[in-house]
């Protein structure tokens, strides 16, 4: 059995340099890395381009690492929540790639199990379809959308064991689970770290096969990006 375990943050995040592609996982602010990103922040890392779901807002997740204009590009699906990402991207100072969330779910899942490319309906007839190839399937539009080549993917999990396994709950399984082991080296963040044979194997998400780093994090702030609640009578 190999152990994956680090001792921290600072180990786990070991050859991450200037000008990396880096994968984030996460669902807006549920089930971001926020150790990892903390950590990013510290380094003062620069030149970057993050594949995430989201943008984070303007004081978290990544709204911290574009507050001080560590990314030059964001391959994002969504980004309605931080002004300062829109500020950046109208002003040209930051190069965004806008991808349909399903595309960018599988050129995650197509980087994790080896496929080169795949064709796909979604965007076609849309800035998201320039340059790109083009073939009919059942008479159908498709268009050809590459797999993503990232240097990191950085996940967050509830529970992992020292072998890297990975549970996730909730909404956070969303682009942690098809971002483990898409890209070279894969690192993960945990609530918990528990010995090698504690997780239930029915239970595991994602096998250790694809984690290369694992830790565990601490001091989780888990914010809500939009509270809903109910008025009072």
């Known amino acids: 059995m190999i152990n994956k375990k680090v001792a921290n943050v600072q180990e786990a995040l070991q050859g991450v340099q200037d000008g990396m592609t880096i994968m984030l996982g996460g669902f807006g602010l549920c089930g971001i890395p926020e150790n990892s990103i903390a950590e990013l922040v510290r380094l ?3 030149g970057l381009t993050c594949i995430s779901n989201n943008a984070g807002v303007d004081d978290f997740g990544l709204g911290l690492l574009l507050q001080k204009r560590q990314i030059d590009k964001m391959i994002s699906s969504y980004v309605g929540e931080n002004a300062e990402f829109e500020r950046q991207m109208l002003s040209g100072e ?3 790639e806008l991808t349909p969330q399903g595309t960018l779910a599988e050129k995650c899942r197509a980087a994790q199990v080896g496929i080169p490319a795949f064709y796909t309906p ?3 007839g849309t800035e998201v379809a320039e340059g790109k190839e083009v073939r009919d399937f059942n008479g159908k539009p498709h268009i050809l959308e590459e797999a993503f080549d990232a240097d990191f993917a950085i996940v967050k999990a509830w529970k992992g064991d020292e072998a890297g396994n990975l549970i996730f709950k909730g909404t956070a399984r969303n682009f942690n689970a098809c971002m483990a082991g898409a890209a070279r080296i894969t690192i993960a963040e945990v609530e ?3 010995p ?3 997780l239930d194997p029915n239970e595991i998400h994602v096998p250790g096969i694809f984690v290369k780093r694992i830790f565990q994090g601490d001091k989780y702030e888990k914010r809500i990006e939009q509270r809903t609640v ?4």
Request: aromatic content about 6%; cysteine-free; charged content about 20%.
């Open 122 to 124: 979604a965007g076609y």
């Open 230 to 233: 109910r008025s009072r009578n």
């Open 192 to 194: 918990e770290l528990v």
């Open 94 to 96: 930051l190069q965004v």
């Open 196 to 198: 090698v044979g504690t």
């Open 44 to 46: 003062n890392i620069k």
